[in-house]
């Protein structure tokens, strides 16, 4: 466009502005060409937010069955069941714990304040895992054993050296308490993508510090949760080792992120005796309805599939001391908290020790206010037996230089730590192995991948087709677009365009484009090519794409313009979006199937949308053909790149790993013509000839089985843009 200056003439501006009205009017009307349902079905008005409404309709129906179940408990021995039942399913949930290592604990510093000393102090929670922390120790102690408090900090980059969590651990250390703070991963001294040119996390805040290695812990098997709760545990380890502390008065709390962390280590370490977690508790049922499910520590699994709830955190440590801190403003629903305050009270009940729980809420925000903080205060006194004033006072703050426990302020320069991503790329390289051996009994191999991939992905085999309704027609030189939306898995719509040659071929094309069926549908766009070779083309919007999305939930986790978020909605129900859609895809394959004139139906997708066909036509065989354009190699890939390209996220399948990868499913398809354009890795980055042959190693070895070596056609390096070269062999 022509360069405005200040000779420009007033007439040529105006002529500049009015081509660029007419650019964008033309631009804005072809989209509205290609609206299905937009503008005119008021039904759907909400479309966009169908994703998340998906999920979040069949998570409050498990949770009302969950609700149903604790209402039938009434007597000891039921919620004696019942807690069995919890521990047994965090432990399945969070992830197997590593085997427990040497600590190689250090103190690195000693800062002596008045009334107290602070012992700065690294340890190991697994081998090269190092942790931060700062032990708090009141003067008064003597030879007397005291009590302990661990403080888990929030979401605050700075972790526990947070002025207000500091209020905090100073006022407890005034009263008599031993205070451990350690750094969260991905907060503090300790985050993991540290860039040291700009002091700051490459990818963000704590929140996406541990979503984006969190993602990846989820294909695995693993958690995010895992990780930081076994940071916890091995931190009651260090305590109970130190001479100071009465290992029977040991207790934590901690605020927001803390909440979580204190709730969760609490509910998995008997050792602590009292739990305070502030501004967290909630029920997931509240959650769901108001602010979605937050970051990846917060999502252990399919629990909410297995009807586990936040009450359940609380109830499995009864009769334990637990109080409840909550403000009536707090992003945490307080309603929530009320019910669950209301459905723990009955255990406690139960074993006849009511005064061991108890809730406090504040008219405040998400937030530490002086009255909760002295109702923790006085629980801690009270069930830690540390008599005391329970009267929040002033403190002093401690400078950054003061609190910093490395040399360099980061465990990744100065001790160059493992990270979450480097252990569970490790678990990543075991499985792979696993997968390995298996796939040398082919045959017995690729029938349980898919068997692992329907269960996984939460796949519901569509039992049945609607009729799809007919919104409008328009004409194009030699074929016509048809506009309809179908009933989709749940109560949402599948709008799509169907393309009509004059002359078609009775083939049908289903074609997957993650921007939505708009993006190759114009005058000379590959939809065109197709159609002017006599396939009747289908192109939908699958939900949370196009029309059908991304809707207005994005989550804490919004990361790169990816809300990972909504994909841990759908893993806490045992589903995911791949799931979804490749049913949805499958509903679409059949419905051009039960067209007379179609004798076979072909399916094409690009990139992120490459997953979902895939499955589809790994668990249905009515697609003949499929093409892959510009797909990411493997599950693995992803899980190997320590950078990888967040728009994957949601064609992600949580544990895929422990049972295939996306090569597996693609070797099932023999003797079908594949076709494997332009493959990326997880990255998104041309893959190295050596990741590319290890990932399509067992496609050819399957395709050779099947004597179909001709079926398959792998295309490396990256697209051209010439239509004819890269499908005209696969159309044939």
């Known amino acids: 466009m022509a360069q405005l200056n200040h000779y420009t003439s007033p007439f040529k501006i105006i002529c500049i502005l009015v081509l660029i009205?007419?650019?964008?009017?033309?631009?804005?009307?072809?989209?509205?060409?290609?609206?299905?349902?937009?503008?005119?079905?008021?039904?759907?008005?909400?479309?966009?937010?169908?994703?998340?409404?998906?999920?979040?309709?069949q998570a409050c129906a498990?949770?009302?069955k969950r609700a149903a179940a604790i209402k039938e408990i009434r007597s000891l021995s039921g919620w004696q069941q019942r807690q069995e039942y919890i521990r047994r399913s965090l432990q399945e949930l969070v992830g197997p714990f590593p085997p427990k290592t040497a600590l190689n604990a250090k103190t690195v510093r000693i800062l002596k304040k008045e009334g107290y000393r602070i012992e700065h102090i690294i340890y190991e929670s697994q081998p090269g895992f190092f942790v931060t922390a700062s032990l708090y120790i009141p003067s008064v102690h003597g030879k007397n054993k005291l009590p302990a408090v661990i403080y888990c900090s929030g979401h605050a980059a700075e972790g526990y050296r947070s002025t207000v969590y500091q209020h905090v651990i100073l006022n407890l250390v005034k009263k008599g308490f031993i205070v451990f703070a350690f750094d969260l991963v991905g907060q503090g001294e300790r985050l993991e993508y540290f860039d040291a040119a700009s002091g700051k996390s490459l990818v963000g805040g704590p929140v996406a510090e541990h979503s984006w290695a969190g993602a990846q812990a989820f294909i695995t098997g693993s958690s995010q949760a895992k990780y930081m709760i076994w940071d916890g545990?091995?931190?009651?380890?260090y305590l109970l080792d130190r001479k100071e502390v009465d290992p029977q008065r040991v207790g934590i709390t901690g605020r927001s992120g803390g909440g979580t962390q204190s709730a969760?280590?609490?509910?998995?370490?008997?050792?602590?005796?009292?739990?305070?977690p502030e501004c967290y508790i909630t029920s997931l049922s509240r959650i769901f309805q108001s602010i979605g499910p937050q970051d990846a520590e917060q999502n252990p699994g399919d629990a909410v599939l297995r009807g586990i709830d936040h009450a359940d955190l609380l109830l499995?440590?009864?009769?334990?001391?637990?109080l409840m801190i909550t403000t009536t403003r707090d992003m945490f629903s307080i309603e929530g908290a009320r019910e669950t305050a209301k459905e723990v009270s009955g255990i406690y009940k139960a074993y006849k020790k009511e005064g061991n729980f108890s809730m406090v809420e504040d008219d405040a925000p998400h937030a530490s206010t002086q009255k909760n903080r002295e109702a923790m205060y006085a629980f801690f006194q009270k069930h830690l037996n540390n008599p005391g004033s329970s009267l929040d006072e002033e403190t002093d703050t401690l400078t950054a230089q003061e609190l910093q426990v490395t040399g360099t302020g980061q465990t990744a320069t100065s001790l160059k730590s493992e990270t979450v991503f480097s252990l569970n790329r490790k678990q990543a390289e075991q499985l792979e192995q696993r997968l390995q051996a298996s796939r040398n009994t082919l045959n017995s191999h690729l029938v349980n991948a898919v068997q692992s991939a329907r269960k996984l992905s939460g796949y519901v085999p569509p039992l049945q087709t609607h009729e799809p309704v007919f919104t409008g027609r328009f004409r194009r030189d030699g074929y016509t677009i048809e506009k309809y939306f179908l009933q989709g898995e749940g109560n949402y719509i599948i709008p799509y365009l169907l393309l009509k040659p004059d002359q078609p071929s009775h083939k049908a094309l289903l074609y997957l484009h993650p921007s939505g069926k708009q993006a190759e549908a114009a005058e000379g766009g590959e939809m065109e090519?197709?159609?002017?070779?006599?396939?009747?083309?289908?192109?939908?919007?699958?939900?949370?794409?196009?029309?059908?999305?991304?809707?207005?939930?994005?989550?804490?986790?919004y990361i790169k313009g990816v809300s990972y978020n909504v994909w841990f909605a759908s893993m806490l129900i045992g589903k995911s979006i791949v799931g979804v859609r490749a049913g949805d895809v499958v509903r679409l394959a059949r419905l051009l199937k039960s067209n007379k004139n179609v004798q076979a139906v072909y399916g094409l997708a690009k990139k992120e949308m490459a997953p979902a066909l895939l499955h589809a036509a790994a668990f249905d065989p009515s697609i003949s053909n499929i093409a892959l354009i510009e797909p990411y190699t493997s599950?693995?890939?992803?899980?190997?790149?320590?950078?990888?390209?967040?728009?994957?996220?949601h064609s992600m399948v949580p544990n895929a790993l422990t049972a295939y990868d996306l090569p597996d499913l693609a070797a099932g398809l023999a003797p079908?013509?594949?076709?494997?354009?332009?493959?990326?890795?997880?990255?998104?980055?041309?893959?190295?000839?050596?990741?590319?042959?290890?990932?399509?190693a067992i496609i050819k070895t399957a395709y050779g089985h099947k004597n179909a070596g001709g079926q398959l056609r792998i295309i490396p390096g990256k697209p051209t843009g010439k239509n004819a070269d890269l499908y005209g062999g696969w159309i044939e």
């Not at 545990?233 to 380890?237: G, P």
């Not at 599950?635 to 994957?648: E, T």
């Not at 013509?673 to 990741?691: C, Y």
């Open 21 to 57: 009205a007419v650019l964008v009017n033309d631009k804005v009307h072809a989209q509205k060409e290609y609206d299905v349902i937009r503008n005119n079905w008021i039904e759907f008005s909400d479309a966009p937010n169908a994703l998340y409404h998906h999920f979040a309709r």
């Open 62 to 64: 498990l949770l009302d």
């Open 233 to 237: 545990i091995r931190a009651v380890d």
């Open 264 to 276: 969760y280590i609490a509910a998995f370490d008997e050792r602590i005796k009292a739990a305070a």
């Open 316 to 322: 499995v440590r009864a009769p334990r001391p637990a």
């Open 529 to 557: 090519w197709f159609v002017k070779k006599g396939f009747t083309v289908l192109a939908p919007d699958l939900i949370g794409v196009g029309e059908m999305g991304a809707g207005v939930f994005e989550g804490d986790s």
């Open 635 to 649: 599950y693995r890939s992803i899980v190997m790149h320590r950078f990888y390209n967040p728009a994957f996220i």
């Open 672 to 696: 079908r013509k594949l076709l494997i354009a332009h493959a990326t890795d997880g990255a998104g980055n041309e893959p190295t000839p050596e990741e590319a042959e290890a990932d399509f």
